[in-house]
């Protein structure tokens, strides 16, 4: 198995849920992981910096912040994780403003960071974006959500055509419902309505979803982990799940 020893990593979105655990398990095999977010205090990586990937300044600050700091200037890994949901309404619910902060955080956000971190990018390096089951399979009441992650599907499908040939891997993880922050912020700040989508269910652990990154990134060189989808066993599509 590939370690990690001696990498750097860029983790975007570690400061709760799966970019945290994913940081925290880099770290544990040995990366050097720098870990972005809004909420800087919540950080827990060696490096801590300030990243809202929605804004094009703040991306270019960190990304130049990280390489620099890196002794051969480089990158090794680049975890786009940074996400969220807006609402579970139908489409005619929704806004403007709502649109354009998922689609700026999950596609754009994602696409930029790719952009400017794909420079920096040593032989040998992986990159790893989180899309969703809600980008395999369209459910209700979440029209921007899938669409946002039908997209970095289509993405990372077309980036894995345009590397084909470079020493750079690429790897989608599509989860499918993990219990973390995630619920919260889709259901604004509402407790009761957040935990309503992990009532009576074993949900996935973010946990569950970093070590399936891990494993993605420790493969040897010649082997590429296209795509991972990875839904809790009493769950078998984005709205049928088992529950007690
Ligand atoms: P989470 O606990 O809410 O974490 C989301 C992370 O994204 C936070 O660290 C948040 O940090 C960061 N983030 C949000 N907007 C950002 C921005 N503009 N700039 C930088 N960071 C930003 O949710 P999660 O479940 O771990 O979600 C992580 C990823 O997994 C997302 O892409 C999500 O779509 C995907 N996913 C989640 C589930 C699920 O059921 N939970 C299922 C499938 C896929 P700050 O707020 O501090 O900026």
Redesign the pocket.
Known sequence: MAGLEGKTAIV??????????TASALAREGARVAG?????D?LQTEIRLE?????QT?CERFVDAVTTADASGGLDILV??????LGRDPFWESTEQDEE?VL???VH?LIRMTRLCLPHIRDGGHIVN?????GRQAYENAAV?VA??FA?RGFTYALREDLLGRPIRLTTV????????????RFRGDEEKAKG?YEGVD??R?ED?AECILFALTRPLHVNIDELVVKALAQSSPVRIARN
Do not use: M, W
């Open positions: 975007t979105g570690a400061s709760s849920g799966i970019g945290a655990a972005g977010a809004r909420r800087v919540q990243l809202d990937v929605t804004d703040s786009n994780n940074a996400g969220l949901g902060t700026e955080t999950d956000g989180l899309g969703s089951i809600a959500y946002s992650k970095v599509d989860p499918g419902l993990v219990e973390s922050n995630f619920s919260r912020v989508p949900p996935l973010p979803i």
